[in-house]
């Protein structure tokens, strides 16, 4: 079974600077994917970014960016430039690659707080 | 494009009374998934759906729980008797394919009195 960590329970950040989340995970896996969702108080999950072991290059998505750590089972998640409406719960998730187990493993999230 | 639809948002029961969730997956998504998520933590799966075919239930309580998905496209998930326990948020989330990412709806948050 696959474990996913979080070690940090709560976050704040000031609007427009940095914050970064960590994430670890536990697997004998090769191939596998890993996420960040994000779900702010309104409970809709939502996809922030998504990172292919294979791929050494680190996935981005605007301001989000990832450091994909493979042989450290390391994947944390950069905000750059926070926005306000970058408070919310965020959740990195695992699923391994090939037919059968397709679900995702969560992590118990981390509460970001983006102060005005 | 819609998203993953669900209803009620809310819902508030008596313990032993039995309820429904509906959910209507992303037009064209072959694979559903329903998720519990309880409070402060990250979901967990219950059951996984291949179109009607219910491929991974081994996390779903069967003495209570139920879930269907008869033409392959909406599902609902029963639970019968409802205990204090059930109170938490249930997430129906769908992809393309089992593999592809996951899509996820509002939840419904289950209240148990």
């Known amino acids: 079974a696959q474990t996913v960590t979080q070690s940090q329970p709560e976050m704040s950040v000031q609007e427009a600077e940095t914050v970064t989340l960590s994430c670890t995970y536990d697997?004998?896996?090769?191939?596998?994917?890993l996420f960040w969702y994000k779900q702010p108080p309104s409970r809709q999950m939502i996809l922030v970014i998504r990172?292919?072991?294979?791929?050494?290059q680190n996935a981005t998505e605007n301001r989000f960016s990832v450091n994909f750590q493979k042989a450290a089972k390391s994947f944390s998640l950069k905000i750059s430039d926070s926005q306000l409406g970058d408070t919310a719960m965020y959740f990195c998730?695992?699923?391994?690659?090939?037919?059968?187990?397709?679900?995702?493993?969560f992590g118990a999230g981390t509460t970001v707080t983006v102060r005005a | 494009e819609a998203g993953v639809v669900q209803s009620p948002r809310y819902k508030i029961i008596e313990k032993k009374q039995p309820v429904a969730f509906w959910c209507n997956p992303i037009s064209g998504h072959n694979t559903l998934y329903w998720y519990l998520q309880n409070l402060g933590q990250g979901p967990e799966l219950l059951i996984r759906y291949e179109n009607e075919e219910a491929v991974d239930d081994s996390q779903l309580p069967k003495d209570r729980f139920s879930a269907e998905r008869l033409k392959g496209v909406d599902s609902t998930l029963k639970i019968q008797p409802a205990e204090l326990g059930d109170s938490a948020v249930y997430l129906c989330a769908s992809s393309l394919d089992g593999g592809d990412t996951q899509y996820f709806g509002p939840g419904t948050r289950l209240t148990v009195l």
């Open positions: 998730a695992f699923m391994k690659h090939g037919y059968g187990d397709y679900k995702l493993s």
């Open positions: 990172q292919e072991a294979y791929k050494q």
């Open positions: 697997t004998s896996e090769s191939n596998y994917y």
